[in-house]
């Protein structure tokens, strides 16, 4: 896994005038992008249009006036594009998603600019310590079938009691868990891809692992992990479309660890997580943005 940290917000400002110089659809109503991470690499060349997909991800922290009105945005997101058993095994672990195609409601778009604002003038949101949530965003360049982990929240050197829905309630005390969500995005070169999220949770020490491929072996560090295949969500978007996430009103199950984050003076804030098919096609408008704020995982 590779957590790392926003270039400076001078350089979001300057990858979102290409962006906009380059007619490339940008999830943010002012034509603006959030800080995103900076790349290993950089991408020289365009990769063909069938085979990869631009998602971008955000992590919105609520505050209290803002969460005071997260039930007027669940009536102007399309829940019922989930599939009524993940909707309801999402429910049952304290979550709930769905989709938003086209604009942005109007209370969505007013709190990414939120977002922005507070990134672009307070110190401790731009160095990730103003929460255990942090919420720059990420652009991903996925491959089908190639999985993608997006970090949302983790409890390093601490032990606490995780509690989820399958069959029946279950809980357990797990050292350390690291809470994330799984992405896939298989494109279909018409400017759209199926999209599928995953939460995940890694927990415990590293393990070394013997692991033989081709006459050669070598050894594995990980720790154990639970994938929750109940709760995956699959869905085909459209080049815009944004697939949304966060608690119930009622904190409970995973969604207690998933989508609630603590600031640094103590206050325990909900979060929603925002995934939005950016390309579709690796055009070359991506590929200029791509060189200079992808995620090259």
């Not at 608690?247 to 925002?274: A, C, M, W, Y």
Request: aromatic fraction near 6%; hydrophobic fraction near 40%; charge should be negative.
């Amino acid at each position: 896994m590779n957590h790392e940290r926003s270039r400076p917000l001078a350089l979001g400002f300057v990858c979102a005038t290409l962006v906009f110089q380059t007619s490339c659809a940008t999830w943010l109503p002012s034509g603006e992008e959030p800080p995103t991470v900076t790349p290993k690499h950089a991408i020289g060349t365009a990769v063909p249009a069938m085979e990869t997909a631009g998602v971008e991800t955000i992590l919105i922290r609520l505050n209290q006036t803002q969460a005071a009105h997260l039930h007027e945005l669940w009536l102007q997101v399309d829940e019922q594009a989930l599939i009524p058993e993940v909707r309801i095994a999402l429910d049952k672990n304290g979550m709930r998603g769905g989709k938003v195609s086209g604009n942005m409601p109007p209370l969505l778009d007013e709190w990414l600019r939120q977002t922005v604002k507070r990134l672009g003038e307070d110190p401790l949101e731009q160095a990730g310590f103003a929460a255990d949530v942090s919420s720059h965003s990420q652009l991903w360049r996925c491959r089908a079938k190639v999985r993608k982990e997006l970090s949302v929240r983790s409890f390093p050197d601490t032990s606490i009691f995780v509690t989820h829905h399958d069959t029946v309630p279950r809980g357990n005390v797990y050292h350390a868990p690291h809470f994330m969500v799984g992405i896939m995005a298989t494109p279909h070169g018409d400017a759209t891809a199926t999209l599928r999220l995953i939460p995940e949770m890694q927990h415990g020490e590293l393990l070394k692992k013997a692991i033989g491929r081709e006459s050669v072996v070598r050894l594995d560090s990980r720790r154990e992990s639970i994938v929750w295949d109940q709760l995956a969500i699959d869905l085909r978007l459209q080049q815009g479309d944004c697939v949304v996430l966060g608690p119930t009103d009622d904190s409970r199950g995973l969604g207690e660890h998933f989508f609630h984050t603590k600031t640094r003076n103590g206050e325990i804030q909900p979060v929603l997580l925002l995934v939005r098919l950016s390309d579709a096609d690796s055009d070359q408008a991506f590929s200029r943005r791509s060189s200079l704020e992808a995620n090259t995982r």
